[in-house]
């Protein structure tokens, strides 16, 4: 496997970078845990000042971030500036908490003669943090944030087409303050993974990526008794319901579909339409999804960027040729996508059902799967038949009601008239193929936090 940069927009190799050695990986290793030896030991005020310190840069400099992933991974310009004020404002989040996240609690215990036992908060370690190409800098914050505030130390191992944006934040810690070891990035070969996993001073993986990467990475995890968290793939539901605001709902199911070239693990992949209101709801949808603009990401104007690379495109025509195969209507939309770059033609699918062999899979793309659905009932049943539970959606005027149908969702996150949100102070996980496990918030530090009870007996107390 090659670390490389290859803009999307023009399928261009920029630049190419040597994977590590196994010295390497093992020197990092060392550096890593040689630096949590210290990292735990210092107050919460030095860490919170590099967090603080870490977003403030971004900040200061978000165009250039902001380009570089447009560069890499071709996003839109104005969804990879917003990338990077996400990544800020998780920064900043955790900042602002500092240790009160990681307080020691005291509990009452009825046998203690002391009536009480703590329970302390120990970071656990050196950490490995395996992330994806869709939002390179959100994803990594999202680990390394709590987790660099808990005392842990981190191994880097980005997606392979994104290596400057990981290689970004080995330059931005440092410049922030953040003590040489504490976070490393490392090009890392799939056949060295599971080294490090082994070694006894990582202590455990946080992986976000396909369901796929997940279980192998979860099992190298499990053989070595290793704490894991899976944040993996999606197929998020967007329930319609007859009392939907019609105009609002279809601007929702536009941009929850197609922001970021539609590969968001929360897109509104799956659009479920009860049956009233299915054609007015499909012939609006379509006016909004043939208005796309595909062009440069770097143009304003643009408002569906190329996909993240040829590769990814490929696949996505493949997986919608296996759709029509299996029995499903496809009709691209919009203008004719450029004919250099990794562009996808925005494209809804009908007709879909369970016996189609792709009903189950995640499109990763500007691809809209629209079903029609009799009534209520059967939209969360055809919303719960998915082997993902990640996030999901529902429309309707009667918000009491929504959160009626939102509670019978069985995913990770629903929302009541907007796509799944993505904040720096909402928890973020799911359930099923999905994953376990908790980002962001108070959820997300408890993951690599050894909760250590101690008590102090009175040696003279009866034995
Ligand atoms: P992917 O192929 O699973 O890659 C994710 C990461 O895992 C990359 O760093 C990749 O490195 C690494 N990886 C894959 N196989 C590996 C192995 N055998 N050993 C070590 N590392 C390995 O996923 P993707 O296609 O890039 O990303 C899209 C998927 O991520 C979708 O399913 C999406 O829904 C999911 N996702 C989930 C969330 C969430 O929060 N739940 C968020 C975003 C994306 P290489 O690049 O070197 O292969």
Redesign the pocket.
């Known amino acids: 496997?090659t670390y490389q940069t290859i803009n999307p927009y023009t399928n261009e190799v920029v630049a190419t970078f040597p994977d590590a050695t196994k010295e390497e990986v093992e020197a990092a290793i060392t550096a890593a845990h040689e630096a949590f030896l210290s990292w735990r030991e210092t107050a919460f005020s030095t860490r919170t000042a590099f967090l603080a310190k870490a977003a403030e840069l971004l900040r200061a400099d978000k165009r250039r971030y902001a380009e570089l992933l447009t560069l890499e991974m071709g996003k839109l310009i104005a969804e990879a500036e917003a990338e990077v004020d996400l990544s800020a404002d998780i920064l900043q989040y955790y900042a602002d908490q500092g240790g009160s996240l990681l307080e020691t609690v005291t509990v009452p215990v009825a046998y203690a003669a002391e009536g009480e036992v703590e329970i302390v908060s120990e970071p656990l370690g050196v950490l490995l943090s395996?992330?994806?190409?869709?939002?390179p800098y959100y994803?990594v914050v999202r680990v390394a944030a709590p987790q660099l505030l808990a005392g842990n130390t981190i191994l880097l191992?980005?997606?392979?087409?994104v290596p400057q944006a990981a290689a970004m934040f080995d330059d931005l810690f440092a410049r922030a303050g953040l003590p040489a070891g504490v976070f490393q990035n490392l090009y890392?070969p799939?056949e060295l993974?599971e080294y490090v996993i082994n070694d006894p001073r990582v202590r455990g993986v946080a992986?976000?990526?396909?369901?796929?990467?997940?279980s192998?990475?979860a099992s190298y995890a499990a053989k070595a008794v290793k704490k894991s968290t899976l944040?993996?793939?999606?197929a998020d539901a967007f329930v319609v319901l007859k009392d939907a605001d019609m105009d609002k709902t279809v601007d929702w199911a536009v941009f929850g579909r197609y922001w970021n070239a539609g590969q968001?693990?929360v897109s509104a992949k799956r659009i479920i339409v009860v049956d009233e209101v299915f054609d007015e709801f499909l012939a609006k949808f379509r006016t909004g999804v043939a208005a796309l603009k595909t062009g440069d990401p770097m143009d304003p104007k643009t408002t569906l960027a190329p996909m993240s690379s040829q590769g990814a495109a490929d696949k996505l025509a493949g997986q919608v040729a296996e759709a029509v195969a299996g029995g499903a209507k496809a009709e691209t939309l919009g203008d004719p996508v450029p004919s250099v770059g990794a562009f996808s033609q925005p494209t809804i699918l009908t007709g879909m059902d369970p016996k189609n062999p792709s009903y189950y899979e995640?499109f990763?793309g500007p691809v809209a799967i629209v079903i029609r659905v009799k009534d209520e009932a059967e939209a969360i049943a055809v919303a719960n038949d998915s082997p993902f539970g990640?996030g999901g959606s529902v429309f309707t005027k009667d918000t009491k009601n929504g959160e009626k149908v939102a509670r019978k969702i069985d995913t990770g996150m629903v929302y009541v008239n907007h796509p799944t949100m993505v904040k720096a102070d909402i928890p973020?996980g799911?359930v099923k193929h999905?994953?376990y496990g908790h980002?962001l918030t108070n959820l997300g530090i408890q993951e690599f936090i050894n909760k250590k009870v101690i008590d102090i007996v009175d040696i003279n107390a009866a034995f």
């Open positions: 496997m395996v992330e994806p190409w869709n939002f994803q191992k980005h997606a392979s087409n890392l799939h993974t992986l976000t990526g396909s369901e796929e990467a997940g192998i990475i944040e993996l793939g999606g968001v693990c995640e990763f990640l973020f799911g999905s994953g980002e």
